[in-house]
């Protein structure tokens, strides 16, 4: 088959990436952007994060298609209780990287801003508050000298003279390290 770049949906891909890889766009925040802008993909109704997120991590934008990197396995699943019959069910999963049939394509961004944009989603990825109990400024900043895990925030309650409040701190995510 024949691969080419449509321009118009090359501009979109473009921005993605410079959005993301040069000024560290959230996901959330491009998709917004792009719902006012650019008409979503042919098979989607609008720009999600999830959607983005599965552009930004196909290395067909730096010209590499990926072909036989999954196969079809059939497995045996079983019922919820154990009197339900067991199934048959197919399902994908991804094969050995030796196995992967990598085919040159004409690339819409470069390998650099490709790689830009994912050291990007991981450090998005990692600075993410929306998990978090409660909002510590430090949170993905700062490692242990130790071991190299991340400082984590924490919280406990204290009580002095009557009054109460939370004291917050940060330490080692291992549970090794004290």
Same mark, same amino acid.
């Given at each position: 088959?024949?691969? /080419? ?21 959230? =996901? ?10 650019? @008409?979503?993909?042919?098979?989607? $109704?609008?720009?999600? @994060? $999830? ?16 072909? %036989? %990197?999954? +196969?079809?396995?059939?497995? +045996? ?19 050995? !990287?030796? !196995?992967?049939?990598?085919? @040159? ?5 470069? @390998?650099?801003?490709?790689?830009? $944009? %994912?050291?990007? =989603? +991981?450090?998005? /990825? +990692?600075?993410?508050?929306?998990? $978090? ?16 895990? /991340? ?12 009054? /109460? ?14």
């Amino acid at each position: 088959s024949h691969y /080419a770049i449509n321009p118009q949906e090359a501009e979109v891909v473009r921005t993605i990436y410079a959005k993301i890889g040069l000024e560290g766009w959230s =996901l959330g925040r491009l998709a917004t952007y792009l719902q006012e802008r650019y @008409p979503p993909p042919k098979k989607s $109704a609008y720009w999600t @994060p $999830a959607l983005l997120r599965v552009m930004l991590l196909n290395s067909v934008y730096k010209g590499e298609f990926i072909s %036989h %990197h999954t +196969q079809q396995v059939k497995i +045996q699943k079983r019922g919820l209780h154990s009197e339900d019959p067991s199934r048959v069910v197919v399902t994908k999963i991804e094969r050995p !990287e030796e !196995e992967w049939i990598i085919v @040159p394509v004409p690339a819409i961004v470069s @390998p650099e801003e490709w790689e830009t $944009a %994912h050291r990007i =989603l +991981q450090k998005n /990825a +990692q600075m993410s508050r929306r998990n $978090a109990k409660e909002p510590y400024l430090l949170t993905g900043l700062m490692k242990c000298a130790t071991c190299g895990f /991340a400082y984590v925030g924490t919280s406990a309650p204290r009580t002095k003279n009557g009054r /109460a409040w939370r004291s917050k701190n940060y330490r080692c995510g291992s549970r090794s390290c004290s």
